[in-house]
């Protein structure tokens, strides 16, 4: 079993519609971070958070510690968000990041 | 404000030849980590320098090796390149040893041929 796992693994929405992807952990962390990566390969972080709800456009992350689980939503999906969205625990001890593999959305128009 | 910039952005060698990619973090940014994406896989630690020195490492074989620099830019070598290295080389950096936020660099695809 992975340390990090997402679902889904695929997701396809129509454009407008509201998005969820869940990333649950199974190991100690001191913060969850969630990424985007586009084709080619580029990586962008979205969010870092180790409590409660940050939000950014149209961007939320939330994140339950005593669940071990986090939750990445979009709102009024685009297009132009069809990416990789990746989740990743920074380990309590020192600073690397572990991955999960990855949900790859699509967004239709 | 300049971001993580990695150098070369596309690199073809020679199985057996050596690779150096290379990575400037933001400015001020003293932790420069390195991360293997390999086709079909995800994202794997290899690993991480601040202040200069080596302070993690993931589990990649020894002729995965590095520095950091006193400016804080890095370089990651692999030697003895075997066809399996064959990845997007991606470099982040944050600002120290806390909880900081990372910021990417685009990449640098290696191809073994």
């Known amino acids: 079993k992975n340390e990090v796992e997402q679902s889904p693994q695929n997701l396809t929405a129509q454009e407008g519609e509201f998005i969820t992807i869940n990333c649950s952990y199974s190991v100690g962390i001191s913060a969850l971070h969630w990424l985007q990566q586009h084709p080619g390969g580029g990586i962008v972080s979205l969010f870092m958070l180790s409590s409660g709800k940050k939000k950014h456009g149209r961007l939320i992350a939330t994140i339950n510690i005593q669940e071990k689980h986090s939750s990445l939503h979009i709102t009024a999906s685009h297009p132009r968000d069809s990416a990789v969205y990746i989740c990743a625990g920074r380990g309590e001890y020192g600073n690397k990041l572990v991955f999960g593999a990855g949900t790859i959305l699509r967004v239709k128009s | 404000e300049a971001g993580v910039t990695q150098s070369p952005t596309h690199l073809i060698k020679t199985r057996g030849q050596q690779a150096t990619l290379r990575c400037s973090p933001i400015s001020g940014h003293t932790s420069v980590y390195w991360y293997q994406q390999a086709l079909g896989l995800g994202l794997q630690f290899l690993l991480w320098?601040?202040?200069?020195?080596?302070?993690n490492r993931g589990n990649f074989p020894p002729r995965f090796s590095g520095r950091q620099f006193p400016n804080y830019s890095s370089e990651l070598n692999v030697n003895a390149l075997e066809l399996e290295d064959s990845a997007l080389y991606l470099c982040a950096s944050s600002l120290g040893r806390g909880a900081y936020g990372y910021t990417f660099g685009s990449g640098t695809r290696l191809t073994v041929v």
């Open positions: 320098y601040d202040e200069g020195e080596e302070r």
